[in-house]
């Protein structure tokens, strides 16, 4: 059904599902304004009173996927006992944003840049989305080591920090050409990472 005339709500949801299918097929460099104009349906000035910049649009695509990977990851972090089991669903979840979204702009290295660049409302969103991310693994970090003995804790930033690079180095590792240049599947790396890393941190069950 074609979106009745001045229905801006709609219509920006027109633009948004046109421009998340082209990410989606094509990649960043198919984010046109023009094929976004036409797979919503409307001329190509009209975009432009919605979106001023392909990377503004590009901004409000990712936050609301970032929103959607917190709502599905948020109810394991705030309960999960197992660490390991945690950080390959974590990572799982993460495995397509990363290769639509996380390739063009990591989430934790966005906001250092957000930070220095000239505000707006669609910079705003994404790092608002992406601090919510991050916040919700950072409680989860918190509450196992809490159970953890002292002596054993690590900084949790730090924790943080090394979980999340390791998060991205495996998803780049496979959405890539190197993903051919192994014989490990996702679960096994993924698994072997999660193992080794929160045992390294002194996280267990």
């Known amino acids: 059904m ?3 005339w001045g229905d801006r709500d709609a219509r920006r949801r027109d633009i948004l599902t046109a421009g998340a299918a082209l990410l989606a097929d094509k990649g960043y460099a198919a984010l046109q304004m023009r094929d976004v ?14 979106f001023p910049t392909k990377e503004a649009l590009f901004a409000e695509l990712y936050a609301e996927r970032l929103h959607l ?16 089991a945690l950080f390959v669903l974590v990572a799982t979840e993460y495995l397509d944003v990363y290769r ?3 390739r063009e702009l990591n989430i934790w290295s966005l906001l250092a840049d957000i930070g220095a660049a000239e505000s707006s409302a669609h910079t ?9 991310v991050l916040a919700v693994l950072h ?28 998060i991205t180095g495996l998803s780049d590792q496979f959405t890539g050409a190197r993903q051919h240049l192994h014989t490990h599947d996702w679960d096994a790396a993924a698994q072997f990472a999660a193992t080794t890393l929160t045992r390294g941190l002194g996280l267990r069950p």
């Not at 797979?39 to 009209?46: D, E, K």
């Not at 990977?69 to 390991?84: G, K, M, Q, R, Y």
């Not at 969103?125 to 601090?131: D, G, K, Q, V, Y």
């Open 100 to 102: 639509i979204y996380g």
């Open 139 to 166: 409680t989860s970090l918190d509450r196992m080591y809490s159970a953890q003995p002292e002596a054993e804790r690590v900084e949790i930033t730090s924790a943080l920090t090394l979980l999340w690079a390791t």
């Open 124 to 132: 705003e969103s994404l790092a608002s989305a992406a601090r919510k």
């Open 69 to 84: 990977l917190h709502n599905v990851i948020e109810p394991e972090c705030l309960s999960a006992d197992d660490p390991a």
């Open 37 to 50: 104009a036409k797979g919503a349906g409307i001329s190509p000035g009209t975009i432009y009173t919605y």
């Open 2 to 4: 074609a979106t009745k």
